[in-house]
Every structure is written in structure tokens, then in C-alpha cells.
């Protein structure tokens, strides 16, 4: 099977995370070391489309173990969510003599590797994204990294927060999934965490912050998803605030949730939106390795003949699931997780 494999492609598409550029790295020393020639696709599905291609070899990939975003590029392509387009991705790699692909994303990038793949494309995903939204797999590469620079970042609010008496909003990104939030605010001892999985009541949290104060305790750290459910039932996203009509929803999720604090009580709130600021820098080591087993056992799937599959992390082992069983679906938080036990027992407040 393996000396069928002559040729492959690496291509990253969705959002960035970091360790995708260790991942890059990876496949392509690993493919060069079974012989296998790789190619690198400039900007995900649509680069694919329209023949966006880069040799890849040993010295184009030195270096970028480290180094944050992806040196592919990354976006999103409308065009490729149709069957046209993905007839015309389909016609590019046999055009270009490509045995397989190697996909890096998320769940949007693994329901297009799943599509190609029925074109008699071989298809191998690699799960590269901050939200750790992915089923079937314990972690995705990025999202260690992201939850690590959000819990620096809390701890750098927690000072000035406590010297200025005031309640911090800390958003962290998770618009379906609340996994950083859940993580980086344990990790930070944040005493408020809200997830888009659990209903939040503001009045649970008043409650919450006046008991502090009651205690001597006058600041208060939030660390909330960019996505949270509403009181009366519906997810709330940074999304939906930009489309509101309503003025006070403008900005985001935490914007709204400390402008709701100071109206209703006598709390001084900032806001602070970390934002893409999670997306970026130096993935840390766990990531690093994470995304290099990740793409040695890519390249080893795609020379065994395998297609349609994804790698992951389940226990200490890497294995690959079909995609049919991943693309999509969400990893969310479960209601009973340890994390929000625990977090209850110690009284967390987790908006109800």
C-alpha cells in the first residue's frame, strides 16, 4: 500500500491555532521520510480549488515548530460547500497528482474533508482548533496553548481587579462550547464561570458578588464564553449582539454582561474581550507534541490506504475514527462534569 502513496497535500483551514505550523512540520518530514513527495495548499479549500500550491520540503518547514498561526494560511470557502466546488477540488488534486490530503481544522474542515473524499479523493483529518469542541478526540491541537495564555491573562486582571476594588468580565472564545472559559477560570480561580451549556441567572451572580463583598472581599473575577445562554433559553453570542438592534448589546458578551451588573446594582465592572489574542503566539509544549503525533500519524494513515478518517487522542493513544462519526457534531461541557462539581463544592458560582 504504501509505495502507492507517491504524493500528498497539507492544506489548514477555519480558524487558526496554535501548533498548526508544528503539525505542517510534522507531515512533511514525515511524508519526505517514507519517501512520499508533499505539497503544501495556500489558504485551505479554496486554495485546493484554484491550485494555490507550494513545494514543501525539509527547509521550508524548519523553524515553524514554534512558531504561532499557520504558514499556509487559513480560510473559508463558500465555494467548496458546494458540490461544483468540491467537483472542482476533486479535478485539481488529479490534476496535480495528489494521492491524499491532510486536512488541519475544525468541524467545518473535517464535514469538507468528508465530502471530498466521497469524489474518490483520499482524505486524513488532523483536529486544529482553540473551542476543544471535537468529538472522538481528548484535546485538539491549539487549545492547551489557548487556555494557558487566557489563564495569564486572568491572572494579570486579578491584580489591578483587587488594588481597584472592581468586578473584572473576563470573555474568552467558546461561542458553542464552554471549555476555555471552564478550564481557564478554574486554572485562575475566577469566582464566576458562565458556558454556553448552563443557564445563567444575573441574579445568581449579584448574589454571587455581594456575598464576596459581604465577606470583605471587593472584587470578583468572571470569566465568561463568548457565547452564554440567556435567562429565557436562547445562546447568545458576540454574533448575535453585532446584528441586535439594541444599543447595550453592541460589543459583546462581556460588554453586556458588565453594563447589566452596574445597572442593576452598585458594582464598578470592566470588561475585558480577549478575542483572538487566544489564537495567537507561541504554542506551548504540549501542542507542540500533540500536533506532531498528530501528523506522523497522518502520513502513516494515508500510506496504509486509509481515507475518510480522522486522527485522534484517545487515552495515550493516537488512533484514527471515521469522519462520518466526527464532522457535524460538538464536543460540549457536560452539566456534570467533574470541573463544575468540584467548582460547586468549592462555590463557584456557575450563573444559577
Not at 470588561?271 to 489564537?279: A, C, E, F, I, K
Request: charged share 20%; proline share 3%; with cysteine.
Amino acid at each position: 500500500m504504501e509505495n502507492e502513496v507517491k504524493r500528498i497535500g497539507i492544506l489548514t483551514s477555519g480558524g487558526d491555532a496554535p501548533g498548526m505550523n508544528a503539525c505542517i512540520r510534522a507531515v512533511v518530514r514525515a511524508a519526505l521520510g517514507r519517501g512520499i513527495e508533499c505539497v503544501g495548499i495556500r489558504r485551505g479549500w479554496s486554495g485546493l480549488i484554484n491550485g494555490d500550491i507550494m513545494t514543501m520540503d525539509n527547509a521550508s518547514v524548519s523553524r515553524i515548530i514554534n512558531r504561532g498561526g499557520t504558514m499556509l494560511y487559513t480560510a473559508r470557502s463558500d465555494e467548496f460547500r458546494t458540490l461544483e466546488g468540491q467537483k472542482k477540488a476533486a479535478a485539481t488534486c488529479k490534476l496535480l497528482g495528489l494521492d491524499g490530503i491532510v486536512a488541519i481544522g475544525g468541524d467545518g474542515t473535517f464535514r469538507g474533508a468528508q465530502e471530498l473524499s466521497k469524489h474518490g479523493i483520499a482524505v486524513v483529518g488532523i483536529p486544529g482548533t482553540i473551542d476543544e469542541d471535537i468529538v472522538c478526540t481528548e484535546y485538539t491541537i491549539g487549545f492547551d496553548t489557548a487556555a494557558n495564555t487566557a489563564v495569564e491573562c486572568i491572572d494579570r486582571l486579578r491584580d489591578t481587579m483587587q488594588s481597584h476594588e472592581r468586578c473584572a468580565v473576563v470573555e474568552v472564545m467558546g461561542r458553542y462550547a464552554g471549555w476555555i472559559a471552564l478550564t481557564a477560570g478554574m486554572s485562575s480561580g475566577a469566582d464566576i464561570i458562565l458556558i454556553p451549556e448552563l443557564d445563567y441567572d444575573i441574579e445568581a451572580i449579584l448574589a454571587t458578588i455581594k456575598k464576596r463583598v459581604a465577606a470583605g472581599k471587593h472584587f470578583s473575577i468572571i470569566v465568561v464564553s463568548e457565547g452564554i445562554r440567556h435567562p429565557e433559553g436562547h445562546l447568545v453570542s458576540q454574533r448575535t449582539v453585532k446584528n441586535s438592534p439594541d444599543p447595550i448589546r453592541l460589543g459583546g458578551i462581556g460588554p453586556l454582561l458588565a453594563a447589566e451588573l452596574e445597572q442593576r446594582s452598585d458594582i464598578e465592572a470592566r470588561s475585558v474581550v480577549l478575542g483572538h489574542l487566544q489564537r495567537g503566539g507561541r504554542p506551548n509544549p504540549f501542542d507542540r507534541i500533540l500536533a506532531t503525533r498528530f501528523g506522523a500519524a497522518a502520513v502513516a494513515a494515508l500510506a496504509e490506504g486509509e481515507s475518510g478518517k480522522m486522527v485522534a487522542l484517545q487515552g495515550k493513544q493516537i488512533v484514527t475514527v471515521p469522519l462520518k462519526t466526527v464532522a457535524g457534531k460538538q464536543k460540549l461541557v457536560p452539566a456534570d462534569h467533574e470541573l463544575i462539581q468540584i467548582g460547586r463544592s468549592m462555590g463557584i458560582c456557575f450563573g444559577s
